[in-house]
């Protein structure tokens, strides 16, 4: 079975949104940066799954009923997409060349 792309990451909004939140982000994966490694972002994850929370998928930051702020899109790596986002099609991430100075 061929793997249809939902229409909305095809509209205008959310293009706009994801270059938004990469240019933000440094196009950097937040998820291999919290790791210690540098892996440049390709992919923005919806911490709030679209499927769960349809409010929320053009929201970058939510507020939860505790007054707290919880980020919303987090700019990462393909591979962190698929093992945070949907580890049911990927396995665990391979590894990432560590993190130094020179490549921060």
């Given at each position: 079975m ?13 293009r706009r949104l994801?270059?938004e939140?990469l240019?933000?982000q440094?196009y ?9 490694y540098?892996?440049k972002?390709?992919?923005?994850h ?6 769960k929370?349809?409010q ?5 930051y939510?507020?939860?009923r505790?007054?707290?702020v919880?980020?919303?899109?987090t700019?990462?790596c ?5 093992t945070?986002?949907?580890?049911d ?9 560590p993190?130094?100075?020179e490549?921060w």
């Amino acid at each position: 079975m061929k793997y249809q792309c939902d229409p909305f990451y095809n509209r205008a909004a959310w293009r706009r949104l994801r270059q938004e939140v990469l240019r933000e982000q440094h196009y950097e994966c937040q998820y291999c940066k919290a790791r210690g490694y540098y892996v440049k972002a390709t992919h923005v994850h919806h911490e709030y799954h679209r499927d769960k929370y349809p409010q929320y998928e053009l929201t970058k930051y939510v507020v939860q009923r505790d007054g707290t702020v919880k980020r919303n899109l987090t700019a990462c790596c393909r591979d962190c997409h698929e093992t945070v986002g949907h580890p049911d099609r990927m396995g665990r991430a391979e590894h990432k060349p560590p993190l130094t100075e020179e490549k921060w």
